[in-house]
T-cell receptor, first 111, second 111 residues
Framework: NAGVTQTPKFQVLKTGQSMTLQCAQD?????MSWYRQDPGMGLRLIHY???????DQGEVPNGYNVSRSTTEDFPLRLLSAAPSQTSVYFC??????????FGQGTRLTVV | QQQVKQSPQSLIVQKGGIPIINCAYE??????FPWYQQFPGKGPALLIA?????SEKKEGRFTISFNKSAKQFSLHIMDSQPGDSATYFC??????????FGTGTSLTVIP
């Protein structure tokens, strides 16, 4: 049972480049979400999904896109990376009202 | 606007001491209050959680106290150990998926 798997673990981008952060879970969880973690800011919700085909915005959605075509996968897309998007990104999954499981994180640096 | 306010930012205790971390929230729609523990380079992991119909919950050395009227909740760690040194986040959620995190407390337990 792998839980929540995020790839890549580390990434360096140049300003204006695009990339996709991958997130996959094998627990058949209906809920999945993306957070960014910055020093002194805690974790802030970017986007979330309550099931395949359904997504919604969180606290800090600007500059990020998501889609959920399957229960297992919830990729996060940066269309045009900016230095302000330098952060550690965490994906999480859960059943409704239950414990959220987090991935190991992706450390992204935009130069 | 921070949905969940957490204090203190950092805490140093001697082994065997009882660190207390406090959180406060405003939104009465929150219905799930977890605490997460995070070690460097790892994703957050659920420690203990409480729902607003309960005033206290204990799991091992960890206790959550919940005051619904004051919209506050706190984490107590009994008989703290050096292995408890980590960053602790409180969170509040509604609808089972939209988690709002505090800014974190860095705990150091001195042997």
């Amino acid at each position: 049972n792998a839980g929540v798997t995020q790839t890549p673990k580390f990434q360096v981008l140049k300003t204006g480049q695009s990339m996709t952060l991958q997130c996959a879970q094998d627990m058949n969880h209906e809920y999945m979400s993306w957070y960014r973690q910055d020093p002194g800011m805690g974790l802030r919700l970017i986007h979330y999904s309550v099931g395949a085909g359904i997504t919604d915005q969180g606290e800090v959605p600007n500059g990020y896109n998501v889609s959920r075509s399957t229960t297992e996968d919830f990729p996060l897309r940066l269309l045009s990376a900016a230095p302000s998007q330098t952060s550690v990104y965490f994906c999480a999954s859960s059943l409704r009202g239950q414990k959220a499981f987090f991935g190991q994180g992706t450390r992204l640096t935009v130069v | 606007q921070q949905q969940v306010k957490q204090s203190p930012q950092s805490l140093i205790v001697q082994k065997g001491g009882i660190p207390i971390i406090n959180c406060a929230y405003e939104n009465t729609a929150f219905d799930y209050f977890p605490w997460y523990q995070q070690f460097p380079g790892k994703g957050p992991a659920l420690l203990i959680a409480i729902r607003p119909d309960v005033s206290e919950k204990k799991e091992g050395r960890f206790t959550i106290s919940f005051n619904k009227s004051a919209k506050q909740f706190s984490l107590h760690i009994m008989d703290s150990q050096p292995g408890d040194s980590a960053t602790y986040f409180c969170a509040a959620a509604r609808g089972g998926n939209q988690f709002y995190f505090g800014t974190g407390t860095s705990l150091t337990v001195i042997p």
